[in-house]
C-alpha cells in the first residue's frame, strides 16, 4: 500500500512532464511553410542554413522550413521553376545565366562575398606563375569554366582544357597538370591525400581581377511578390543561422555530420572543419553581422564574364536581379 | 662524591646526557647511504635491461610486422593482379572485335562466371568512337542475383575518373574504390586499361575496358589480420583514404591524413606520405582508434599503389615484458625491504655496544664512576674502545681516591695550622690596654701574619713597680719553625728578663739558650727595652732589629740608635751593648718588624721607612690605637690586595703626660 502511495504522484509527474514536452512548444499557428534547396550536398558550406534549420531560428522567424538535401540530381533551379522549393542557393554565374535565360529568379542575399574557386598544381610539374600553366593539362568543371577561362585570356595562356569531374583524383594521379578546385573543398582534399601546401602552388581568382562570389540565395520573384515577409524572414534567419555556425563551430560540425551521414555521403569532421573555416574566408563576419549584399560592381563582372564567353546575350539589369 | 665535586673543576661535569638528535646516528647514515647506492645500481641495472629487453621485442616486432605487412600485401596483390589480366585480355580483344562480334558476350558472361571476384565490366568508347552518331557508348555487363546481365551505361562518363584517369594517364589504372549502391552497397573498385585501335600513325585511342572487382574479400583477408587482442591492419588507397579498417565508418569516409590532422599528429601524416609513395617501412604511432601507442609497419600493393598497414599496440605488445619488469620490480623492492631491515638489524649491532658505552660515558661524565659499563666482549674497534673506557674509568677513580687522600690530609694540616696559630696568637698580650691601672702609659700592639703561623714576635711586663720590659722580634723564615722558634724565644725572655738585669744581659742570656741546641740554624732578631715609667728612661738593647722610632711630643721623629747587636741564636758568647734614651712625657715609642717596611704592592715596590716615616708623621698625634690601625690602612692600601710574604706587627708604648 505503500508503495502505491509513492508511486502514483510519480506517475502523475511523469505524466505531467510527458504533456510539457509536447505541448509546450507550442506551435505558433501561424508557421509559414516553406521549402529550401541547397545546390550541393549538405557539407559545412551550407552550415549556416542546416544550424539554423536545427537550432529553431527558423521556426523562431515564423518558418516552418523543410531542407531538401541538394545533390547532383536535384539541380535548385528546377525545383525553384517547378515550385518545389522556395529558397534555393545557387551559384551567382549560375542565377545570372539563369535569368538571362527569362528565369525569373532574384537575389535575395549574396552569402559569399569571395569567390571560393582556385586553380591548384604541384610544384614539382613546374608551375610557379600563371605564365607556367602554357601548355599544361587544365582540369576545368564544365559549369564552372567562365573565370578559368578569363583567367587564360588575361595571361595569354594556351592550355589543353579537360572537362574535370567532382573528384581530384584525376589531378592526384597525374592526369592533368592543373585543378580546379574550392577553397573550401578539394584542396582541402588534395592536402589529406597526402600532399603538402608547400608541394603546390594555388591561384585564387579573386586574387586576378576575376572575383565571382559564388553562392547567393534565390527566390522565384513569385514567392517575393506574393509573401516578401516570408523572403525577409528566412534570408534573416539565414543569416542568423550563419552567425550561429561560425559562433559555435563543433556544435555546428556535429549537424553539419549528423546530415552528412543522414545522406550517406563521407562524413570527415576535420574536412567540415576546414570548410567552415574556409566559409569564414568566403563571408565576412563583422560586427553588424554577416551582410548578405550583392555589390553592383561584382554583378557586372560576373554578368560581363558570362557575356564574354557567350553564355549570355544581354545582362539582365541589376536592379531587377538583386532585391535586398 | 660531594668532596669531588668541590675539588674537580666544575667544567668537568658536562650534566646533560649527550643527545643524538641534532645528528644522524651511525646506523642511519650507513643504512641510508648503503640503501641509496643499492637504489642507484638497482635501478640503473633495471633501466639498463628494460631498454635492452625493449630494443629486442621491438627487433623482433619489427621483423614480425614488416614481413606481416609484406606477406599480406603480397596475398593481395596476387588476386589483384590476376584480376588486372582479365581486362588487359579484353583490351586486346577490343583492338579486333566489336561488341557485335559474335561470341564476344559469351566471353564476357563466361569472365564474369568464372572470376568470383568481379563484379562487372565494361567497354567504354571514345565520343563518336563505336558510331559517329552515338557520342556515349558502353556496354556493360555485370552480375545481378547470380545471372549475368547487360546494360548501356547511360550516363555521359567522359569525365569520370575511371574513364578520364586511364585515359589522361594513356596506361592502366586501379581507381579509386567505391560503394556501389546499386550492387547492394558493396565496396568496389575499378581497374581501367585504355584500348587503342590502328597501327602506327594510325593508331589511336579507342575506348576505355574496365572490371568492377568486390573487395569483400579484401577486407575479409585484411580483417584476418590479428596481432594479438587489438592489433589489426588495415587498407588505404592512393590518396590515403581508407579502403578496410575495422572501425567502418573510416572506409571510404576518411583518409589517414585526416585523421593525422584530427590527432594533430604530424609524424602519422609523414607515415601516410610514406605509404602512398609505395614505400615499405615501420614506425612508432598511436592506434587511430583508441589513441594508444603502438608500432605501424607498412608495406606498398605494387598492383594497384594501395598500402597495407598493420597496427600493434604497445601495451599488447609489451605485455610480458610489462609483467616481467613489474615481477622484476617486485622482487626488486621486496630484496630492497630485505636488505634494508638486515642493514638496520646489522648497523643497530654494531651501534648498540656504542650506544651503551655512550649512555654510560654520559652517566660517568655526569659524576658518577660507579657506573657499570656494558660487557663488551668483541675484539673490533668497538671491544677495545671499551676496554679503553674501561682502564680510563678505573684509572680516573684511582686518581679521584688519590685525590680524596691528599686532599683529606691537607685540610688536616690546615686545620692543625690554624690551631698553631690560635695557639701563637694566644702566647702573645691580646688585652688592651693591658695595664689599666698604670695610667701613666699606654700600649698597643697588632701582629698581622702573613701565613696562619708566623715568626714575629712582641711582648711587653713589668719587671717590678716601675721597670716596663718590652720586646719585638722577627724569626728567620716562616711557619711552623718559625712560629716554635718565636715561642722559644718569647718564652726565654720572660725566663731571662729578671728584676735587675740589664737588655744586654737579656739578650746575651737569650741568645746563649737559643744558640746553645739550634741544628736548624735558626735565628731571631730582636730588639728590648726596659722603661723606667717613673723616670721616662730606657734602657735598650738591639739585636739586629729595625730601629724603633721615638716620636717626641713636640712632633720630632727619630730613629733610636742602634747598639751594633747581632741577630740572637746564631753564635754562642756574644756580647751585646746597651743604650739609654728618655722619654718625656708625651713621647712614643714605636717598634715594627721587616713585614711593615718591606710589604710589597703588585709592581714590587717596598711600602720602605719612608713611607712608615711619613705614615708616622701625618698620624703622629692620634691616640696609639688609631696611629696604628692608620699605618696598618696605608700598608693596606699600598699593598692593594697583594698578599704580604712577611708577619706585620707594630707596638706602640707611650708615656703619658
Redesign the interface.
Known amino acids: 500500500m505503500r508503495y502505491e502511495l509513492i508511486k502514483r504522484p510519480l506517475t502523475y509527474c511523469l505524466a505531467l512532464l510527458f504533456i510539457l514536452l509536447f505541448i509546450s512548444p507550442a506551435m505558433p499557428a501561424d508557421l509559414k511553410k516553406a521549402v529550401f534547396i541547397p545546390h550541393w550536398v549538405p557539407q559545412a558550406q551550407f552550415a549556416g542554413y542546416y544550424v539554423a534549420y536545427e537550432m529553431g531560428i527558423y521556426r523562431k522567424h515564423g518558418i516552418d522550413l523543410a531542407i531538401i538535401p541538394g545533390g547532383s540530381e536535384t539541380p535548385p533551379l528546377d525545383l525553384l521553376k517547378d515550385e518545389r522549393a522556395q529558397f534555393g542557393s545557387l551559384w551567382l554565374s549560375t542565377a545570372i545565366e539563369a535569368r538571362a535565360q527569362g528565369v525569373e529568379l532574384v537575389n535575395v542575399a549574396q552569402i559569399m562575398q569571395k569567390s571560393g574557386l582556385i586553380l591548384v598544381a604541384k610544384k614539382s610539374g613546374g608551375i610557379k606563375e600563371p605564365k607556367d600553366m602554357n601548355g599544361k593539362k587544365v582540369g576545368i568543371w564544365d559549369s564552372f569554366k567562365v573565370q578559368p577561362k578569363a583567367f587564360f585570356n588575361k595571361y595569354n595562356l594556351d592550355v589543353k582544357t579537360i572537362t574535370q569531374s567532382y573528384s581530384v583524383n584525376l589531378f592526384l594521379s597525374g592526369g592533368v597538370d592543373v585543378a580546379s578546385a574550392m577553397w573550401y573543398n578539394e584542396y582541402h582534399t588534395i592536402l589529406n591525400s597526402g600532399l603538402n601546401p608547400d608541394e603546390l602552388v594555388t591561384f585564387f581568382f579573386y586574387e586576378h581581377d576575376l572575383n565571382f562570389p559564388e553562392d547567393g540565395i534565390y527566390v522565384m520573384k513569385n514567392t517575393l511578390d506574393q509573401d516578401p515577409e516570408l523572403v525577409r524572414a528566412f534570408v534573416a534567419a539565414s543569416l542568423e543561422g550563419w552567425r550561429y555556425a561560425f559562433d559555435h563551430p563543433e556544435e555546428a560540425l556535429d549537424i553539419i555530420i549528423k546530415n552528412l551521414t543522414k545522406e550517406h555521403m563521407p562524413a570527415s569532421r576535420v574536412h567540415q572543419r576546414w570548410m567552415l573555416n574556409r566559409m569564414k574566408d568566403l563571408i565576412p563576419l563583422t560586427e553588424a553581422g554577416i551582410s548578405g549584399k550583392l555589390k553592383e560592381d561584382d554583378y557586372y563582372r560576373v554578368g560581363k564574364g558570362l557575356k564574354d564567353n557567350g553564355l549570355i546575350e544581354e545582362i539582365p539589369p541589376f536592379a531587377a536581379f538583386y532585391q535586398e | 662524591m660531594g668532596l669531588l665535586k668541590k675539588f674537580l673543576p666544575s667544567q668537568l661535569f658536562i650534566r646533560s646526557k649527550p643527545s643524538l638528535a641534532g645528528g644522524r646516528g651511525i646506523a642511519f647514515r650507513l643504512s641510508f647511504l648503503i640503501l641509496v647506492t643499492t637504489s642507484l645500481i638497482f635501478i640503473g641495472l633495471f633501466g639498463y635491461y628494460y631498454a635492452f629487453s625493449r630494443q629486442l621485442i621491438e627487433d623482433k616486432i619489427e621483423e614480425d610486422a614488416t614481413h606481416l605487412a609484406q606477406a599480406t600485401a603480397n596475398r593481395i596483390d596476387k588476386v589483384l593482379g590476376a584480376t588486372e589480366k582479365i581486362p588487359e585480355d579484353l583490351s586486346v580483344f577490343m583492338e579486333y572485335l566489336t561488341p557485335e562480334t559474335e561470341g564476344l558476350s559469351a566471353v564476357i558472361k563466361n569472365l564474369l562466371e568464372n572470376n568470383d571476384e568481379i563484379y562487372g565490366t565494361a567497354v567504354a568508347f571514345e565520343p563518336y568512337a563505336y558510331n559517329r552518331d552515338m557520342k556515349c557508348f558502353a556496354p556493360y555487363f555485370y552480375k545481378d542475383n547470380g545471372k549475368i546481365a547487360s546494360t548501356n551505361i547511360s550516363y555521359e562518363y567522359?569525365?569520370?575518373?575511371w574513364y578520364?584517369?586511364p585515359?589522361?594517364?594513356g596506361r592502366a589504372?586501379w581507381?579509386?574504390p567505391y560503394?556501389d549502391e546499386g550492387a547492394g552497397n558493396i565496396l568496389m573498385s575499378t581497374y581501367a586499361l585504355p584500348f587503342y585501335q590502328g597501327v602506327g600513325e594510325e593508331r589511336k585511342l579507342k575506348g576505355i575496358v574496365t572490371v568492377d572487382i568486390s573487395l569483400s574479400w579484401l577486407k575479409e583477408i585484411v580483417s584476418s589480420i590479428k596481432m594479438g587482442k587489438t592489433g589489426y591492419a588495415f587498407l588505404i588507397s592512393?590518396?590515403?583514404?581508407f579502403v578496410t579498417h575495422p572501425n567502418s565508418d573510416l572506409i571510404?569516409?576518411?583518409?589517414?591524413?585526416?585523421i593525422a590532422?584530427?590527432r594533430g599528429d604530424n609524424s602519422l601524416?609523414e607515415i601516410?606520405?610514406d605509404m602512398?609513395?609505395g614505400k615499405s617501412g615501420f614506425a612508432r604511432s598511436v592506434d587511430m582508434i583508441s589513441g594508444v601507442e603502438g608500432w605501424m609497419a607498412y608495406a606498398p600493393l605494387s598492383s594497384s599503389g594501395w598500402s597495407l598497414a598493420v597496427i600493434f599496440p604497445e601495451s599488447e605488445v609489451m605485455a610480458d615484458i610489462t609483467r616481467l619488469n613489474q615481477r622484476v620490480i617486485f622482487l626488486g623492492i621486496g630484496g630492497f625491504l630485505l636488505l634494508y631491515f638486515i642493514i638496520i638489524w646489522i648497523a643497530r649491532g654494531i651501534t648498540r655496544p656504542l650506544r651503551d658505552l655512550t649512555e654510560a660515558a654520559a652517566t660517568i661524565a655526569g659524576g658518577n664512576l660507579d657506573a657499570v659499563l656494558p660487557s663488551i666482549r668483541t675484539k673490533d674497534e668497538v671491544g677495545r674502545l671499551a676496554s679503553s673506557f674501561y682502564t680510563m674509568k678505573d684509572s680516573l677513580k684511582e686518581h679521584i681516591r688519590n685525590l680524596t687522600a691528599t686532599t683529606a690530609a691537607k685540610e688536616r694540616i690546615e686545620s692543625e695550622l690554624r690551631l698553631a696559630h690560635d695557639i701563637q696568637m694566644g702566647i702573645l698580650p691580646r688585652i688592651f690596654p693591658p695595664f689599666p691601672d698604670r695610667k701613666e702609659i699606654d700600649i698597643f700592639a697588632t701582629l698581622v701574619p702573613a701565613k696562619e703561623v708566623g715568626g714575629d714576635l712582641f711582648d711587653f711586663f713589668f719587671m717590678d713597680d716601675d721597670h716596663l720590659c718590652f720586646s719585638i722580634g722577627d724569626v728567620s723564615g716562616k711557619g711552623i719553625a718559625a712560629s716554635l722558634f718565636m715561642a722559644v724565644t718569647k718564652m726565654l725572655i720572660k725566663a731571662k728578663a729578671v728584676k735587675g738585669l740589664t737588655p744586654e744581659t737579656i739578650l746575651a742570656r737569650v741568645n746563649e739558650d737559643l744558640s746553645l741546641d739550634n741544628p736548624s740554624m735558626m735565628f731571631v732578631t730582636l730588639f728590648l727595652g726596659i722603661l723606667d715609667v717613673a723616670s721616662g728612661e730606657i734602657v735598650y738593647c738591639n739585636g739586629g732589629h729595625n730601629p724603633p722610632y721615638i716620636i717626641r711630643a713636640d712632633g720630632e721623629i727619630t730613629q733610636l740608635e742602634g747598639t751594633k747587636g747581632m741577630a740572637l741564636g746564631v753564635m754562642e758568647d756574644l756580647v751585646y751593648k746597651s743604650r739609654n734614651i728618655t722619654m718625656k712625657k708625651g713621647d712614643k715609642i714605636f717598634l715594627y718588624t721587616d713585614g711593615v717596611t718591606e710589604a710589597v704592592n703588585q709592581q714590587d715596590e717596598l711600602f720602605s721607612e719612608k713611607g712608615l716615616e711619613t705614615g708616622l708623621s701625618d698620624l703622629k698625634n692620634h691616640a696609639l690605637k688609631e696611629l696604628i690601625s692608620g699605618v696598618m690602612d696605608r700598608i693596606e692600601t699600598f699593598a692593594g690586595g697583594t698578599p704580604q710574604a712577611d708577619d706585620i706587627t707594630m707596638l706602640i708604648i707611650g708615656l703619658n703626660k
Do not use: C, H, P
Not at chain 2, 238 to 241: I, P, V
Not at chain 2, 252 to 258: A, D, K, P
Open positions: 567522359f569525365s569520370w575518373d578520364q584517369i585515359r589522361e594517364l589504372s581507381i579509386e560503394f592512393k590518396t590515403g583514404t571510404m569516409n576518411e583518409s589517414i591524413f585526416g590532422e584530427a601524416r601516410g606520405r602512398i609513395a
